[in-house]
């Protein structure tokens, strides 16, 4: 991890997945119940998941991104944006997407029960806020963004005026 973390609560975060590790094996099942209990048109669109491998999968990739959110950022901004462009080829819309990771948080403080402490609760609050903002940046063709109208205004003023 950097020397400096890139969110300023980083170890409140890792301290709540460090400790599910501890508490349980597998959160897989725990996740899913809670993303369909939320989205529950969503889950036709594993159809492709036969074993439950592709769940697993998503949500391993989902964690370890999280800890780079939180730690080094080498990459998990940029992913959060490619990811939510991908899976709108699996027809998810953006705004089911980033849902995940506030899905994700309900099931840690699900498993974490009396261990999951109110620094934990701030930490993923400001985490997810902060996560949301990225997305709400990714720029997207279907629908009108004002933070991408603002940069495109500015890129094409000055051919504007030549
Ligand atoms: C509620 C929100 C979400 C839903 C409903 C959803 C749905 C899906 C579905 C249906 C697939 C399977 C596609 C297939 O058939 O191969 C998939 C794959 C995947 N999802 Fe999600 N997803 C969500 C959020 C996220 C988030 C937030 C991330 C990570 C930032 C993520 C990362 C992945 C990855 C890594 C895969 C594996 C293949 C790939 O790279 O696309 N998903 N997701």
């Given at each position: 991890?950097?020397?400096?973390p890139?969110?300023?609560?980083?170890?409140?975060?890792?301290a709540?997945?460090?400790?599910?590790?501890?508490?349980?094996?597998?959160?897989?099942?725990?996740?899913?119940?809670h993303?369909?209990?939320?989205?529950p048109?969503?889950?036709?669109?594993?159809?492709?998941?036969?074993?439950?491998?592709?769940k697993g999968?998503?949500?391993?990739?989902?964690f370890?991104?999280?800890?780079?959110?939180?730690?080094?950022?080498?990459?998990?901004?940029?992913?959060?944006?490619?990811?939510?462009v991908?899976?709108?080829?699996?027809?998810?819309?953006r705004?089911?997407?980033?849902?995940?990771?506030?899905?994700?948080?309900?099931?840690?403080?699900?498993?974490?029960?009396?261990?999951?402490?109110?620094a934990?609760?701030?930490?993923?609050?400001?985490?997810?806020?902060?996560?949301?903002a990225?997305?709400?940046?990714?720029?997207?063709?279907?629908?009108?963004?004002?933070?991408?109208?603002?940069?495109?205004?500015?890129?094409?003023?000055?051919?504007?005026?030549?």
């Open positions: 991890m950097a020397d400096i890139a969110f300023a609560r980083a170890a409140d975060v890792e709540s997945l460090e400790r599910l590790a501890e508490v349980c094996e597998d959160p897989t099942p725990v996740v899913y119940r993303m369909f209990a939320a989205h048109t969503m889950q036709p669109y594993f159809w492709r998941d036969t074993n439950g491998a592709i999968e998503m949500l391993s990739r989902t370890e991104a999280i800890l780079d959110f939180v730690g080094e950022r080498r990459y998990a901004q940029h992913m959060i944006g490619t990811e939510m991908t899976h709108e080829g699996y027809e998810v819309p705004e089911v997407f980033v849902t995940f990771f506030g899905i994700i948080r309900d099931a840690v403080r699900e498993l974490l029960a009396a261990d999951w402490t109110p934990f609760e701030t930490a993923w609050t400001e985490m997810l806020a902060e996560i949301d990225y997305a709400q940046a990714t720029p997207r063709s279907d629908a009108a963004n004002a933070y991408f109208a603002a940069r495109l205004e500015e890129f094409t003023a000055p051919y504007a005026k030549a």
